[in-house]
């Protein structure tokens, strides 16, 4: 019993004795080892989910975070003896995997002796090469080198473009022989990829305006045509004018190009306009790299994905997750602490309440894919169907309402998590002591005026313990998402200028949903993983952080009603 | 407080009464409404089920006279006598084929055509047996689907959907017997024609609408059999399909190729959905058990107050995440160390107990405090875990002849999946953990403290005290906490339908994938069009889902009040 309980190691002396007779021995000290064993062995088990929670949190925080770390960019020699590259590479290595086999060590491992490994390398510039993820033997070390004047340039297509800042002139040969003059022409490039940004803005302005003033048009057609002048939304003349001035920007924009000279010798030229940021990872110092990291880090929270979802930011679908919580909580919140309050403060404790309380249960239990069934074929299919046939009978047969959306995806996670805000609601309720509420009564309150001037303010940390939780549960949820409304790709945020602001009806993106299918139904998978890293830390911490709250906000109820409770 | 109260005062009586009154029945209404979402949401699913076991109607629509309208040209004309497929489509089966193969006497055919797709021939015979041939995928001879119920009639001309496999029979004398391609059941037998014989039949698809002439009038007939495909027994028991070389179950919703039939058993999907969940349980019952009872009965105070909330943390990780880390990182690595993987279970608590042993020869002055051994064990776990995957192909050499998945096919006869049942199960072990870890350890801690107390100062040891007093004591709970666990294991989704192949088998080892109801639901429904038979199915397996969750979720409820009612005098 030396770690079991040795506390109560006084108990020993007894032990020895059972059943009247003094037990041998043998049969004491195995008593002693089962008891010890049975404590190891549950105390394993509790390190052993200790263990996993940290190693996930930790997978996550390096995968995902690794993501915005500008990584250096590797020459590789072909003469390396490298399997599975015979040219000149430039690359990124995005992992390192250690091989067992003896037999799938290169060549050149064997020689320089390097433990043999495999690398997987980031070529990029997917539009040049046949691949821009290869697996190769990890080389010799001699064969490495890091040069300076490799470039890595972030693109709106294509994945990035890795290679060498070539000078005009430059002509084909191997990298090292023929350094490009960057400092020199770099400046220029800075000065012109700020001009092709503002050029961009200007564009992006005029497509808006064009993309408005058709909008308006679809929506009153003809009306141009016809009568120009009087009741006219759209000036065809200001139409048109539009189209050249983006045609003129357009044409502006693609004179602006840069040369870059690719690991293989080639010289290829790419315009700016699709160039988002031009970054030497060789060449920078710590400080540079971590504020190159958190400007990729902003990048990723307040963009829009790129290039099939395999680059750029989660923007839309934060945003998307954020409205459809608040939207879910607006619902689900009244109904929530309403029915806590009645089965609480309200109800005699009978059939009825019992009744809802298995209800209530039972609503936890049930898995939350039938909630999106329920969801899809009620709210959407019946409940939809008839508002369409009613509100919007002229848009049929295109659905409005009859179709998956951010409404009746907010309405199906607040059925979901219903029972989560009832539970907690009442939790708190029954915290509340009753001197409180009879002393309310007695002094001639009624019980509604008891209710929300006494107990509902106290029981507000209960209630919004509830809701945190419920939001974090929600935020978590795909599943029946994907039955009612989300999207792997929706362009715009269901937002709009016009009352009440919030396109009910819009189909919206997620980040669970994300990392669904980038994850698995990504065209790139290599190339998005590590963004799926990212997103999936970004869940996790955001829920996560929602859970400690709630956890510390009800530690905190339960130290403030602790003294009243008796 | 006082001062707010005291303004009420100013407010007239009955408008605090009012406001009273509206104020119960707005709670009152909120708790009727969560009432009403759980019956809603039953009734519902049931009532998008029901049709699924509608009967097939047949309603007389009338007559016409014959030249009225494009009725010559109208749908589809009744096979009297042999019909091969049409010349565009290759079928697989022609009746000269069964006729050679002995199966039929080409004589004694009376009808015969091809259901859509042209890989099943249906024959009718003089002496009224209406049989279904297909090719067998094992040898080229033709195999007998099924025979049809026909009892005593005698069919002479057959009517076949082009799109819904649906079969007419008629007799001469108008007696219609319906029947579906997948289904042996007689759905439909009605006498149509009162007296005479019928001259011509037709039955046009568009409108489910069946003719016949009798002279010169055309009598019409609706035919309504949205979802003959389907029955209890089809959803549930092997089906004899076109193609197959026997009777099978399998799911597969969107036939492979145009006019096949779609194959809707439910049987895999459960099996799956169980399959998954056992798995789960066996990763996440001892942890989460053994756990909880560490925690709550060893632990001490302020490292429970800690290490509780960090375990039910795992249950904030929301599945999505948890199935995007199993199918893609954890499944390559389990692969990779598949030896180690294999052996960890039984490396470990031999590895636990050694540093016990280890732990014993301590001297006093260092002996473990009570209660922190997981702090303890936790450097010494990770280095067990790294040495031992580390290991793996020392493993694979020694106890797998050097290639663990060659050894798994010889010897067991097992196929190795990538995203299989093992990934699966521990990715939704680490969901369930929490769940079991957090109401059994509430369970095993609410056991009075005077009791273990007690049982100590008798002279037990805490080994006894824990089997013969906390045990008992806390099982119900522990039985409510496995329970809940599985429930929760049967309805997740995200990590089921991200860590397996979601390849619909029925095979029993865990290194083969599967699919379960949840994951099935989750990638067909949102294809799936309303109404649809695939539509009704998807919700009938929402259904059973339903049901196999409410009914653990009620026994875990009931096992714990019960056996709360026999310890409350405690």
Request: hydrophobic share 50%; aromatic share 8%; with cysteine.
């Amino acid at each position: 019993m030396s770690g079991g309980a040795g506390e109560r190691e006084h108990t020993r002396p007894a032990l020895l004795v059972a059943r009247g007779r003094p037990l041998s021995r043998w049969r004491v000290l195995l008593l002693a080892l089962q008891g010890d064993a049975i404590v190891w062995l549950s105390g394993a088990a509790a390190s052993l989910a200790l263990l996993a929670v940290c190693m996930l949190l930790l997978l996550l925080a390096v995968q995902g975070l690794g993501h915005f770390w500008p990584r250096p960019l590797l020459a590789l020699q072909p003469e390396a003896g490298m399997q599975g590259a015979d040219r000149p590479v430039l690359a990124q290595v995005m992992r390192r995997v250690a091989v067992h086999a003896d037999g799938e060590a290169s060549a050149a491992a064997q020689r320089d002796q390097v433990p043999p490994a495999r690398w997987l390398l980031r070529l990029g510039n997917r539009d040049h090469l046949p691949a821009d993820f290869v697996w190769v033997s990890a080389p010799a070390a001699w064969a490495v080198s890091r040069p300076e004047s490799a470039v890595l340039i972030e693109r709106r297509s294509w994945g990035p473009m890795i290679g060498y800042l070539a000078p005009a002139d430059a002509v084909p040969g191997l990298p090292d022989d023929a350094p490009a003059p960057v400092a020199e022409r770099w400046p220029e490039l800075e000065r012109q990829l700020a001009q092709v940004q503002r050029l961009r803005q200007e564009l992006a302005f005029v497509e808006g305006e064009q993309a408005r003033w058709l909008a308006a048009e679809l929506d009153a057609p003809g009306r141009s045509a016809v009568h120009p002048g009087t009741e006219s939304l759209v000036p065809p003349s200001h139409l048109a004018q539009l189209s050249v001035q983006r045609a003129e920007l357009q044409r502006a924009l693609a004179q602006y190009r840069m040369q870059v000279l690719l690991a293989d010798g080639r010289i290829v030229e790419q315009p700016l306009a699709d160039v988002v940021r031009v970054v030497f990872p060789n060449r920078m110092g710590f400080a540079e790299r971590l504020l190159l990291c958190l400007e990729r880090l902003w990048e990723f929270l307040a963009t829009s994905p790129r290039d099939a979802n395999s680059e750029g930011g989660v923007f839309p679908a934060i945003f998307g997750t954020v409205t459809l919580v608040l939207l879910m909580s607006v619902l689900v919140t009244p109904m929530g602490v309403f029915a806590a309050v009645y089965l609480h403060e309200y109800a005699r404790q009978g059939p009825m309440t019992r009744l809802i309380r298995i209800a209530v249960n039972n609503l936890a239990g049930v898995p939350s894919l039938v909630y999106g069934v329920f969801g899809l074929g009620f709210f959407v299919y019946v409940v939809g169907g008839e508002l369409d046939a009613w509100l919007f009978a002229e848009r049929l047969p295109s659905p409005t309402f009859g179709t998956p959306g951010l409404l009746w995806a907010a309405l199906t996670l607040a059925l979901l998590t219903l029972p989560v805000v009832v539970v907690a609601t009442e939790e708190g309720l029954a915290r509340i002591p009753r001197s409180l509420r009879e002393g309310s009564l007695a002094l001639g309150a009624t019980r509604a005026e008891t209710l929300w001037r006494v107990v509902l303010p106290m029981a507000t940390p209960a209630m919004l313990t509830g809701l945190i939780l419920a939001i974090a549960r929600a935020a978590g949820e795909v599943a029946p998402l994907m039955l009612v409304g989300v999207v792997k790709l929706a362009d715009d945020l269901p937002v709009g200028p016009e009352f009440p602001w919030l396109n009910l009806e819009q189909k919206f993106m997620h980040l669970g949903f994300h990392i669904y299918d980038v994850g698995f139904q990504s065209p790139h998978p290599d190339a998005s993983r590590p963004l799926v890293y990212a997103t999936a830390l970004l869940l996790v911490a955001i829920i996560v952080l929602l859970n400690l709250l709630a956890i510390l906000l009800r530690a905190h109820l339960r130290e403030k009603y602790k003294s009243m409770d008796t | 407080m006082s001062r707010r109260l005291a303004l009420l005062e100013d407010r007239p009586g009955w408008r605090r009464q009012l406001f009273d009154r509206a104020n119960s029945a707005l709670m009152l209404a909120a708790a009727a409404g969560v009432l009403l979402t759980v019956v809603l949401m039953l009734g519902f699913l049931v009532w998008s089920v029901l049709p699924l076991a509608s009967p097939v109607q047949l309603s007389a629509l009338g007559s016409l006279p014959v030249g009225s309208g494009r009725l010559e040209a109208w749908g589809e004309p009744a096979v009297q006598g042999v019909r091969e497929a049409p010349a565009d489509t290759v079928p697989d089966l022609r009746l000269a084929d069964l006729h050679e193969q002995g199966q039929l006497q080409r004589q004694r055919v009376v009808a015969a055509a091809h259901l859509p797709g042209a890989r099943a021939l249906l024959v009718a015979e003089d002496n009224g047996s209406l049989r279904l041939f297909a090719r067998s995928p094992a040898d080229a001879g033709a195999v007998l689907l099924r025979r049809f119920e026909t009892g005593s009639a005698r069919a002479t001309a057959l009517l076949v959907d082009p799109r819904q496999r649906l079969i007419l029979a008629l007799q001469r004398d108008g007696r219609l017997q319906v029947f579906h391609g997948t289904r042996s059941e007689l759905l439909l037998d009605a006498q149509l024609l009162p007296a005479g014989h019928w001259d011509e039949a037709r039955w046009s698809t568009d409108a489910q609408e069946l003719r016949l002439r009798q002279g010169q009038q055309w009598q019409r007939w609706q035919l309504r059999a949205p979802h003959a495909e389907v029955s209890w027994r089809t959803l549930w028991q092997p089906v004899h399909y076109e193609g197959y070389p026997e009777p099978a179950m399998i799911w597969q919703s969107t036939a492979a190729y145009e006019g096949g039939e779609s194959k809707f058993s439910l049987t895999p999907l459960v099996f799956g959905t169980f399959k998954a969940a056992l798995y789960c349980m066996l990763f996440a019952a001892p942890i989460g058990v053994a756990a909880a009872i560490y925690t709550a009965y060893f632990m001490g105070r302020p490292l429970r107050r800690a290490v509780k909330p960090g375990i039910e943390l795992m249950e904030a990780f929301p599945t999505v995440v948890l199935g995007f880390i199993a199918g893609l990182w954890l499944a390559p690595q389990v692969e990779r160390l598949l030896p180690a993987v294999l052996l960890l279970p039984l490396l470990l608590p031999p590895g636990v107990l050694l540093f016990a042993l280890l732990a014993r020869w301590l001297p006093a002055r260092l002996r473990i405090p009570v209660g922190s051994h997981p702090l303890l064990l936790l450097p010494w776990l990770a280095l067990l875990i790294y040495l031992c995957l580390s290991a793996a192909p020392l493993f694979e050499q020694l106890f797998f002849a050097g290639d663990v998945r060659a050894w798994l096919q010889r010897e067991f006869g097992l196929g190795y999946a990538q995203r299989n049942t093992l990934v699966v199960g521990m990715a939704m072990g680490f969901a369930v953990i929490p769940t079991v870890f957090s109401i059994a350890e509430d369970a095993v801690f609410s056991v009075p403290r005077a009791l273990s107390d007690g049982s100590l100062a008798l002279g037990a040891t805490a080994w006894q005290t824990l089997t013969g007093v906390v045990l008992p004591m806390a099982s119900p709970g522990i039985f409510s906490a496995l329970m809940i666990g599985l429930g929760r294991a049967l309805g997740e989704t995200m990590i089921v339908l991200m860590a397996t192949g979601n390849t619909a088998l029925m095979q029993t080892d865990p290194f083969s994938g599967l699919r379960s109801l949840a994951a099935n639901i989750a990638m067909e429904a949102p294809e799936a069009i309303a109404g649809t038979t695939h539509f009704r199915v998807l919700f009938l397996s929402a259904l059973v889902l339903f049901a196999f969750t409410f009914a653990v979720n009620t026994l875990a409820e009931w096992v714990r009040l019960r056996l709360r009612q026999r310890y409350a005098s405690l």
